[in-house]
């Protein structure tokens, strides 16, 4: 069975740094796209940045030029660099992968979700 787990995040005053981490296990095919999405109260759930297969990253444009999306070397892990925090970050945070999975001979592919991590910033 496939698990999404997510790491880091805490509180930090405004323009300091944190590191959320996010790794896949399980029997997976292959993991196409990476994501990180953030959610804050009464407001609905919002892209921050993601990466495909191939490298290519996309941001929310209230995060260019603070928050760095990458991959680790084994392809399984995502993290997500943030400096410059500012207040308006504040959100709990989820981790997304769109993973393929082999069930008798047949590829499936479906969005699994960390359980998503709170990130505060202080002003």
């Known amino acids: 069975q496939v698990q999404v787990v997510e790491s880091g995040g805490g509180l930090v005053q405004a323009g300091g740094s944190l590191r959320l981490s996010c790794a896949a296990s399980?029997?997976?095919?292959?993991?196409?796209?990476m994501g990180w999405y953030r959610q804050a109260p009464g407001k609905q759930r919002e892209l921050v940045a993601t990466?495909?297969?191939?490298?290519?990253?996309n941001y929310a444009d209230s995060v260019k030029g603070r928050f760095t999306i990458f991959r680790d070397n084994d392809k399984t892990s995502v993290s997500l660099q943030m400096n410059s925090l500012k207040p308006e970050d504040t959100a709990v945070y989820y981790c997304?992968?769109?993973?393929?999975?082999?069930?008798?001979?047949?590829?499936?592919?479906?969005?699994?979700w960390g359980q998503g991590t709170q990130v505060t910033v202080s002003t």
């Open positions: 997304q992968m769109r993973i393929v999975v082999l069930r008798q001979f047949q590829r499936f592919t479906d969005d699994y």
């Open positions: 399980g029997r997976m095919f292959s993991i196409t796209h």
């Open positions: 990466i495909t297969s191939s490298g290519s990253t």
